[in-house]
């Protein structure tokens, strides 16, 4: 799909839920790699594409 297609965008900071997204049917858009100080991470940009409500993971 067409970056245009996409109809709301979310970014998480941890690899777990970033794969449970993509399972639900979100597209991963970019990776991120941010730096604080001396620590650095990976941020995960995803979007839906899809018609209807965006899917969520279950909260616990």
């Not at 067409?2 to 965008?9: G, M, S």
């Not at 900071?13 to 970019?30: H, Y």
Request: glycine share 10%; hydrophobic share 40%.
């Amino acid at each position: 799909m067409a970056i245009e297609d996409t109809r709301k965008l979310i970014k998480v900071t941890n690899e777990g839920p970033a794969n449970g997204l993509i399972a639900l049917g979100w597209t991963l858009l970019a990776v991120c790699v941010c730096q604080d100080g001396a620590s650095q991470y990976a941020e995960f940009h995803l979007g839906w594409q899809q018609e209807g409500e965006p899917a969520e993971l279950p909260r616990y």
